[in-house]
């Protein structure tokens, strides 16, 4: 099993610049997430997914698109990016068994707007 | 709207000693506390866990409480060794969403 995949793993994109983060997971986990980690500021939700072809907006969900046309694929759009958008993406997906929920990330993009 | 807040953001101990890190959360039909842990330039990883119906949990080194009536929940290593320096975030499960802390860092020193 590979977990949890993301691409790329680093990126440098100019202002005004489009993007797609792909994440993929192998575990047939209903639930993925996608998070952006600036320092001092922990684990921010963008965007969630409950299920194939479900997305849900969370904490910090502006200047960001998603979608999850398969089950195992979540994508992260970036329609014109901004510096304010320069932090690491981390993707993860979970299964809720009714007692527990374990959310396994991806290793992260790195993303820098210029 | 939904808020995790977490104390201390910077802890230091010596080797052997305990550290203690907690969190406090808003939402009231949260249900699921996960503790995650991650080392520097790796990804989170998760630790322990709590749900709202039992008050602690130990899982060797590592435990957590929580006090749903205050909303207050914390986790607390013993024994500290210099493996467990990393960035510790605790979070807050309602319905689907999990809000998370803005992290701890832990340094062992030896």
């Known amino acids: 099993n590979a977990g949890v995949t993301q691409t790329p793993k680093f990126r440098v994109l100019k202002t005004g610049q489009s993007m797609t983060l792909l994440c993929a997971q192998d575990?047939?986990?209903?639930?993925m997430y996608w998070y952006r980690q600036d320092p001092g500021m922990g684990l921010r939700l963008i965007h969630y997914?409950?299920?194939?072809?479900?997305?849900a907006k969370g904490e910090v969900p502006d200047g960001y698109n998603v979608s999850r046309l398969k089950k195992q694929n979540f994508l992260l759009g970036l329609e014109s990016a901004a510096p304010s958008q320069t932090s690491v993406y981390f993707c993860?997906?979970?299964?809720?068994?009714?007692?527990?929920?374990?959310?396994?990330f991806g290793p992260g993009t790195r993303l820098t707007v210029l | 709207g939904e808020n995790v807040e977490q104390h201390p953001s910077t802890l230091s101990v010596q080797e052997g000693d305990s550290a203690v890190i907690k969190c406090t959360y808003s939402d009231s039909a949260s249900n699921y506390f996960p503790w995650y842990k991650q080392e520097l330039g790796k990804r989170p990883q998760l630790i322990i866990d709590?749900?709202?119906?039992?008050g602690e949990k130990k899982d060797q080194r590592i435990a957590v409480t929580l006090n749903k009536t205050a909303k207050h929940f914390s986790l607390h290593i013993t024994e500290t060794q210099p493996e467990d320096s990393a960035v510790y975030f605790c979070a807050a499960k309602g319905g689907f969403k999990t809000i998370f802390g803005a992290g701890t860092r832990l340094f062992v020193k030896a």
């Open positions: 709590i749900r709202s119906n039992v």
């Open positions: 993860a997906s979970s299964y809720w068994s009714g007692s527990t929920d374990t959310q396994y």
């Open positions: 575990m047939n986990h209903e639930y």
């Open positions: 997914s409950v299920g194939e072809g479900t997305t």
